[in-house]
């Protein structure tokens, strides 16, 4: 299991009338957390893409504990649970004052520009991961 945490500074624009952040805004707190992971590992979206393969989300899920105001600061922990195989399944905590106020799930396909279809990770990625998985 490889587990990434990303420091986020709630912003105005994020919440809505009711001064609470709006739902979809934690999709975008995914997406930080997610990418920040993958860069922990030595492997960027920008590499990824420039070699012709990209990760489209194909399953997203998110169950909302508490609310987040503007200005709270909060961690987003993106968990990978299991090796990549062509999907790849991130889990997500939001976590504020050391508690988990929303929980969610991605799922991404890795997908190959130019054959038009799903393909493996690339390789430098599981490298990355395997010291991770590997069993003692």
Do not use: W
């Not at 889990?91 to 279809?117: P, Q």
């Amino acid at each position: 299991m490889y587990s990434h945490a990303t420091q986020i500074k709630v912003r105005y624009g994020e919440t809505d009338k009711m001064g609470v952040v709006y739902h979809s805004h934690y999709i975008e707190y995914y997406e930080v957390a997610r990418t920040e992971c993958m860069r922990s590992l030595g492997f960027t979206y920008r590499a990824m893409e420039e070699s012709g393969i990209i990760l489209p989300v194909t399953k997203v899920e998110s169950k909302y504990k508490d609310s987040l105001y503007y200005d709270d600061d909060i961690q987003v922990k993106a968990t990978i649970q299991e090796m990549p195989g062509v999907k790849i399944k991130f889990y997500y905590d939001v976590i504020k004052d050391e508690k988990v106020v929303n929980e969610g799930f991605t799922e991404l396909v890795f997908y190959d520009v130019n054959k038009k279809r799903p393909c493996k990770p690339p390789q430098l990625l599981l490298d990355s991961l395997k010291p991770y998985f590997s069993k003692n």
